[in-house]
């Protein structure tokens, strides 16, 4: 359970605009670093198509429905990406194992492969920002994206937080 907050805390508009603009040029640097990942693979693919590899190494056994809400992607546009995954070989499909009409993914050693090419780019890219930050700023940062992260954090109808 967490802390209620500090009512010392009142962050007024231009702080607020000031850690929104951070965010939105941290996004963009990493998505650069995703682009560069997605241009030397050579494979033609997304960011989408990476991040629903990303996010199924991370939650195997993903199924459309939870890779849309997991990504904000409309379920079309989800199934869509698999899709593509598994045409370039990167994702098999499979049953669920409690309910045979869920369709669910997995990556395939070379969705595994495609995924952690493009990943590493961002891990060493995240490791300098967490070591400039110190162990105190590695722990803050995780509670403040977890917090804007809200309900992504965890899977639908489970309990506890994901990994």
Do not use: C, N
């Amino acid at each position: 359970m967490s802390a209620p907050p500090d009512p010392r805390l009142i962050l007024h508009e231009d702080e607020l605009d000031a850690g929104l603009e951070l965010l939105l040029l941290a996004e963009a640097s990493l998505w650069a670093g995703v682009d560069a990942g997605l241009e030397a693979d050579g494979l033609g693919l997304g960011r989408s198509h990476w991040r629903a590899a990303f996010l199924l190494r991370r939650r195997p056994g993903v199924g459309v429905q939870e890779l849309a809400h997991l990504t904000s992607l409309s379920k079309q546009a989800a199934s869509r990406i698999l899709a593509d995954l598994a045409a370039k070989g990167l994702v098999e499909k499979g049953q669920g194992e409690l309910d045979g009409r869920r369709r669910v993914a997995a990556l395939t050693p070379a969705g595994e492969a495609f995924e952690s090419a493009v990943s590493e780019r961002l891990r060493s890219h995240v490791a300098r920002a967490y070591r400039a930050a110190g162990l105190d700023g590695v722990a803050g940062a995780r509670r403040i994206l977890a917090a804007l992260a809200g309900g992504r954090t965890r899977s639908p109808g489970a309990s506890g937080v994901a990994r």
